[in-house]
């Protein structure tokens, strides 16, 4: 469960960084291809970590499963 919270987390923070960081380039110098290119790199990279880091949970857990049947 706190896997699948942590990646729910993640997600947030990128879809946050998505349109969050555009406005905020826009704000700053008033480039929004700027800003929405950071928000795309950043929400691109938090999400791919979150799924690495939950398929290899996943992965860790079906081994163990595995483990012990086998052995048994």
């Known amino acids: 469960m706190h ?3 942590m990646f729910a987390l993640c997600a947030v923070q990128g879809v946050r ?3 969050w960081l555009p406005i905020e380039q826009y704000q700053k110098d008033g480039r929004i291809a700027k800003g929405l290119q ?3 790199n950043s929400f691109s990279a938090s999400t791919a970590m979150a799924a690495l880091e939950l398929t290899n949970k996943i992965i860790q857990t079906v081994q163990v499963n595995f483990k012990s ?3 048994t």
Request: proline share 0%; with cysteine.
């Open 38 to 40: 950071r928000g795309v």
């Open 17 to 19: 960084d998505l349109f």
């Open 69 to 71: 049947f086998y052995c």
């Open 3 to 5: 896997d699948v919270l």
